[in-house]
């Protein structure tokens, strides 16, 4: 069955940092964009981050520029979101996807339609 699982959410006060994981089964990401969005309530789903096959040029929302940061490890078939400087307007249910059909390369930012397998999130709640 394939599978996205993400970890690593919770209750953290504003300034902190929190590493979200996102992990496969089923099939290998080595082959994949992978992509984080987060959904706020009452907000529609926003494009977070998302890195390439390769891992290159990762892409970043406007909003989380410089304090968020993508990576991926292939042998552990998992990609992080490292999220520091967190603030309360982060909070939200954040999801990984992966597009397989993109030959590695990452959809536009938020462009939900082209990726193909979803986790079921992880909520981040930034509050002191």
């Known amino acids: 069955q394939l599978q996205l699982v993400e970890s690593g959410g919770g209750l953290v006060q504003p300034g902190g940092s929190l590493r979200l994981s996102c992990a496969a089964s089923g099939f290998a990401l080595d082959y994949s964009a992978i992509g984080w969005f987060r959904q706020a309530p009452g907000k529609e789903r926003e494009g977070v981050s998302c890195?390439?096959?390769?891992?290159?040029?990762?892409k970043y929302a406007d909003a989380v520029k410089g304090r968020f940061t993508i990576s991926r490890d292939n042998d552990k078939n998992t990609v992080y979101l490292q999220m520091n400087s967190l603030k309360p307007e982060d909070t939200a249910v954040y999801l990984c996807?992966?597009?397989?059909?993109?030959?590695?390369?990452?959809?536009?930012?938020?462009?939900?339609?082209?990726?193909?397998?979803w986790g079921q999130g992880t909520q981040v709640t930034v509050s002191s």
């Open positions: 996807a992966a597009a397989l059909a993109v030959h590695g390369r990452c959809p536009p930012l938020g462009a939900g339609a082209l990726y193909d397998y």
């Open positions: 890195i390439s096959r390769g891992g290159g040029m990762p």
